[in-house]
């Protein structure tokens, strides 16, 4: 039996570090088993540069077709697992077919890389970043191993935020206006607002404002939609009166968000809503929804 054991472990170790790696900001992601763990942080535009280290088990050498490295960006469904779909790949080669027998390093550079998208991990859906390096043999199966990485883009003020205004109301029992200072919002931004009531006859009991993240995945009869519940915020408790003015404070920082993404390589998309709720006495539920796009700015770390 140990010689069985022994006769599929893996000939050599693999390591893959960065050039620049005990320096660049590392930041947490949550693996498959719930896990979290640090990955490092990158921007579109980059060079993503490092070092591929093999080195065979005492005892063993490694017998290879070549060795090569590749930089994918890779979008997988939960619903096809295991089937990525690759929007980024890009490949060097490091060695030719021979044998290794002594600890190798193989330097590597992928020069100022367009990755258009960010990181994402969805309830559907999860978008990434990985360096894959392959140690190719026959008979005896390839050797596999994956560095995660982590992309995150900024994006200029937009140059035209207008305010939201809107309205919402009951014929003849309620009639309500409320407004929010602008439409677009980067991740550690504020919600301004006011809420006026016009018309009041019936008992409202309170008012909350929730922050919404929309999942779509897929396309056509194979749409996939997830509704979270982000944030929930109270304004008020209690009945209002004609003519009242209840104003909306939010701050966004406390909240796991991320940036606005539309029709991501025609896989998925992530849309975030502010949607208003009154509740009366007999817990009838009156709601108005609003999109709102997120953005993150450069001197938000997170």
């Known amino acids: 039996m140990n010689y069985l054991r022994g006769a599929f472990k893996p000939a050599c170790n693999i390591s893959i570090t960065f050039t620049d790696g005990k320096n660049r900001k590392q930041v947490p992601v949550k693996k498959d088993n719930g896990q979290m763990v640090m990955n490092p942080l990158f921007h579109s535009q980059e060079t993503i540069a ?20 590749e930089l994918l960006g890779q979008i997988e469904m939960y619903f096809d697992r295991g089937n990525f779909y690759d929007f980024t790949s890009l490949v060097r080669e490091l060695d030719v077919p021979g044998e290794i027998y002594e600890k190798k390093a193989y330097p590597f550079e992928f020069p100022t ?3 258009p998208y960010e990181t994402y991990n969805g309830v559907n859906v999860r978008l ?20 995660d990485f982590v992309v995150r883009n900024y994006s200029p003020l937009p140059p035209i935020n207008n305010s939201i205004k809107m309205e919402v109301g009951i014929e003849d029992c309620l009639h309500i206006e409320f407004e929010y200072n602008k439409s677009k919002y980067h991740l550690k931004d504020v919600i301004l607002g006011k809420v006026y009531f016009l018309l009041v006859r019936i008992k409202i009991k309170n008012m909350d404002l ?10 056509g009869a194979n749409t996939h939609v997830e509704t979270e519940t982000l944030a929930k915020f109270e304004l008020m408790d209690g009945a209002p009166v004609r003519g009242e003015s209840i104003p909306v404070r939010l701050f966004l920082t406390p909240y796991d968000l991320t940036p606005t993404h539309k029709n991501i390589n025609n896989k998925f998309s992530v849309k975030y809503y502010l949607n208003l709720v009154l509740v009366d006495e007999e817990d009838r539920r009156y709601f108005k929804q609003q999109e709102i796009t997120l953005y993150r700015l450069k001197d938000e770390s997170s």
């Open 50 to 69: 490092g070092k591929v280290c093999i080195e065979p088990y005492q005892g063993k050498k490694v017998e290879h077709n070549g060795v090569k490295v």
């Open 113 to 115: 890389v367009e990755m």
């Open 128 to 147: 990434r970043y990985v360096l894959k390096v392959t140690v190719t043999r026959g008979y005896a199966g390839s050797i596999v191993e994956y560095q």
């Open 210 to 219: 929730e922050i919404r993240r929309r999942e779509s995945t897929g396309a």
